[in-house]
Every structure is written in C-alpha cells, then in structure tokens.
C-alpha cells in the first residue's frame, strides 16, 4: 500500500474487510442453492425408489440421470464461484494500488452509494484509469482517450431501472456499461468532467425527476 494517513490506511483496512464478507456471503448464497438443488433430486430419486418395486432396475437407471444433473450444476456453481472470487480479487489489488488523490475520489465516491452496495463499487478510478469490474476479467480505460460518452436511462421490469454509459474516444466506442445506481452514475459523470472540463456529454432521453439525485451538478449537452 502507499504511504496513506492512518485514518486513510484504516479506511483502505475496512474497505477491504467488506469487500472480502460481500464476496464470502456471496459464495455462500451459491454453495447453499447447491445443496438446495442436490436435495431436491436426491429427495425424487428417493421418493421414485421407495415407490418402485423393482429396486435394482430404478437405481441403476436413475443413477445416470441423477450423475448428468448433478455435474452441470456443480460445474456452473463452481464456475461461478471461482469467477466472483476472481473479480473480488482483482478488486482488492485495485484499491489497494490507489494513491491518496484517488483514495480521496473513492472516499467522496463510496460515500453518496447506498449502504448495501459499498462494498462492491461498479469501478475505481485509478492512476489516471477508469476500472470497471465484470463478471469475467476487467475492463481498463485511460481518461485522457475519453472524448464523449452517451447516457441512457431504461426502465426495466416491474418498476426498477438501469443507467447506460456509452464511452466514446474520437470516432469508435471504447466501451458501455450499465449501473443500477443513479448516484454511481451522475458521480461518474461529475468526476469525469472533473478530469476532462472538454468532455461532451450527451444524453439519449430524460431521467425522470424523482429518480435525479440532489443538488445535481452534471450537465448535458444535446
């Protein structure tokens, strides 16, 4: 780590020791939907057997079917695990390599996020990078190659919404994102501005006023 304040090498400590339980209940929420899943079937293999006569017929016929539903799940459990504890991973090595300038964006950043999703932040500012954090890997895009980004405001399903982030260097997409956050979002784009005074923004259609944060300081230009 850098050579932080203790007050800044605390917040980093606590930071990480969030990140990390987010990351464990995340892991344990899939291994109990495992076991969930494994014992529902072991529940109808058992309930066919006892029903059955013909014992030895139902086990060696259902042990295959029973083997071919058990393995894709364990599979994609799994996967799914190591791809979080991989993506929490790289996470933890990015806080961990901010200086104070953008340990200070991070603190003003975590800080208007609701509660629940501090621990897991969409991206990081770093090193004259913007971080973001996929399922799979991460994406890395150097400010100064942001020239323009598009917004966009969707309404999903039963009333929850979703904001996209179009990144755009001179002529092509860099690369787009989506955030449930309205604050991750407007943050982003006041940082951004921040960085880049130039930066052009556009925005594809209006967020409704009840969803706006308070005292809105991002602009847009149409």
């Known amino acids: 780590m850098h050579n932080y304040s203790a007050e800044d090498s605390l917040f980093v400590q606590i930071e ?59 599979i994609l459990f799994a996967g799914l695990s190591w791809a979080l504890y991989i993506k929490n991973q790289k996470y933890v090595s990015a806080l961990k390599q901010l200086d104070s300038h953008d340990l200070g964006i991070y603190r003003r950043y975590t800080s208007v996020l609701t509660q629940r999703y501090t621990a897991i932040a ?11 954090f996929p399922l799979f890997g991460n994406k890395k895009i150097p400010i100064n190659q942001i020239k323009r980004i598009e917004t966009k405001f969707v309404r999903n399903y039963r009333d929850t919404y979703s904001y996209h982030i179009y990144f755009y260097n001179e002529a092509t997409k860099i690369y787009q994102v989506a955030m449930n956050q309205i604050a991750a979002f407007d943050f982003l784009q006041k940082q951004l501005l921040d960085e880049r005074p130039n930066l052009t923004i556009i925005a594809r259609n209006q967020i409704p006023s009840y969803l706006t944060t308070k005292n809105k300081s991002t602009h847009y230009y149409l």
Do not use: G, Q
């Open 122 to 132: 969409p991206y990081i500012f770093c090193k004259n990078e913007l971080i973001f």
């Open 16 to 74: 990480i020791k969030k990140i990390k339980k987010a990351r464990n209940n995340a892991i344990a929420f899939i291994i109990s939907s495992f076991l969930i899943y494994f014992a529902i079937l072991l529940y109808v293999f058992s309930d066919r057997w006892l029903d059955t006569p013909d014992k030895l017929t139902v086990y060696y016929s259902s042990t295959l079917s029973l083997y071919t539903l058990f393995l894709f799940p364990t």
